[in-house]
Structure formats: C-alpha cells, structure tokens
C-alpha cells in the first residue's frame, strides 16, 4: 500500500533561510583575509549587512507568530497552541509556538494537523 505524501507550508524553511544567509556572511568574515575584507567593507553590501541582521531577527521574531494555511482546506491554522508531540505522544500543557521544541523529548515538530479538516501536513 502507498502511503500518500504530506503536503508541506515551508514553515521550517522561513527560519531556516534566515540563519543559513546570517552563518554564511559570518564564515565569510571570519575565513577572508584582511585586504579583502577591507574592500569589502567599503562596498554598499556590506553597508546593508546591519539592516539585514536586523531584518532577519525581526523576521524570526514576527513569521512564528503568523497563523499558516492549511494546504487541504486553506482555513488559517494557529501557529500558537498546546500541541501535541508527535514522538513522545505528550500535550505541552501550555501554548507553545509550533516551531519551538518540545518540552518533554526536546524535538522539532515535522507535522502538524489542521483542527478543522484533521489532515496532517509538513511544517
């Protein structure tokens, strides 16, 4: 029997996104030399590198919050609610962000379920 594949909001993929582009400017800084990065830091881009870290954490701190589609039915999922864990079967007792871990096996929710139409989808 083939089990049908999730459909997926690209949830993880926002805050991954974000810290990939921070840690690569940063090995940048670190593994270049000193000319080099002089040159650099006259250019415009680097200029921009503050508001973009600014951006970027701001970004982190205001996409967990926003309520995400559920790819099914497109009524509007809370990002924030007392889920669940899909590996230790446990509630976390309080309302937690979807993208936190969880509180008893410090895991990464994969999953999660619409409460409307209950079908599972890739975060």
């Known amino acids: 029997m083939e089990e049908k594949s999730l ?6 993929f926002r ?3 974000l810290a990939v582009t921070s840690i690569a400017f940063l090995l ?9 990065f002089d040159q650099f830091s006259a250019s415009i881009q680097f200029k921009l590198i503050g508001p973009f870290f600014v951006f970027a954490g701001i970004s ?6 926003f ?26 007792g309080k309302d ?17 379920a619409c409460e409307h139409c209950k079908e599972e989808f890739l975060l």
């Not at 459909?7 to 993880?12: A, D, E, G, N, Q």
């Not at 979807?98 to 509180?103: A, G, R, T």
């Open 7 to 12: 459909k997926s909001v690209y949830f993880h």
């Open 15 to 17: 805050f991954k996104f």
């Open 28 to 36: 940048y800084v670190i593994l270049s030399g000193s000319g080099e």
């Open 60 to 65: 982190f701190l205001i996409f967990r919050r």
């Open 67 to 92: 309520p995400i589609k559920c790819p099914s039915c497109h009524a509007l999922v809370a990002t924030r609610k007392d889920w669940e864990c899909a590996y230790c079967q446990k509630f976390q």
């Open 96 to 112: 937690r962000y979807l993208i936190d871990k969880c509180l008893h096996c410090r895991q990464v929710q994969a999953t999660a």
